[in-house]
């Protein structure tokens, strides 16, 4: 049996992780897990009137299939649930085993580096500027059939930061032994190659 390699991809909203994470799974065999949608989903049950704390202890599979989690009012909503400390604590056994399966795993979210998979082999804190994030946010809306302006966009991807980055539970931070790679000006091919050699350079020791 192959032994576990986790590789934890943390970094703001719209930084590219989800993207670059997929293809590190992709490349190197991995499973993977945005987390961010385990936050996603009980953001749902939560504006559907739900205890974030109970519906994050109940959370099932099916929860993350709505075809809610990618709106804007969801991503507010899992920013909110996600300072709880009795969310986080509910969500985090989950996480873990999932990180450690064997034959490994790429998780991508705000603290897998820091605090749910501290000991990961590969650690990675994707980045961008908050103008270019919005940006990429607001086209991402836009595809989806969301109308909304950019500077809307913008100051939803500052709140947010400013909640993920200040929050007394696991804060938004890079791990002391992350590599930093900032987007702002990386086609999603060099942000993904960039990725795949710092995961690869780990695998060979």
């Known amino acids: 049996m192959t032994a576990p390699f986790t590789v934890a991809i943390d970094g703001p909203a719209a930084a590219g992780k ?32 739900e205890d974030p704390t109970k519906a ?40 873990r085993a999932f990180a450690r399966r064997a034959g490994g795993a790429v998780l991508d979210g705000r603290d897998i ?13 994707v980045t961008a500027s908050p103008e270019v994030r919005a940006q990429r946010r607001l086209a991402e809306l836009r595809d989806r059939g969301f109308e909304t302006e950019f500077d809307t966009v913008l100051a939803d991807v500052k709140a947010r930061d400013d ?35 710092v995961v690869a350079a780990r695998r060979a020791l």
């Open 18 to 49: 989800g993207t670059i994470s997929k293809a590190v799974a992709a490349h190197f065999g991995l499973a993977h897990l945005d987390t961010g949608l385990l936050y996603r989903a009980v953001g749902v049950r939560m504006l559907l009137g």
């Open 56 to 95: 994050a202890q109940t959370l099932v599979a099916q929860d993350l299939e709505s075809p809610d989690l990618r709106s804007a009012d969801v991503a507010q909503a899992a920013s909110k649930v996600a300072v709880i400390p009795d969310v986080r604590a509910a969500l985090l056994d989950f996480q």
């Open 113 to 125: 580096g820091t605090v749910i998979c501290p000991q990961a082999e590969a650690k990675l804190f």
């Open 163 to 197: 909640r993920d980055t200040n929050r007394a539970d696991a804060p938004l931070r890079p791990a002391d032994d992350a590599v930093t790679i900032d987007t702002s000006s990386l086609d999603i091919d060099a942000a993904v190659a960039a990725a795949i050699a």
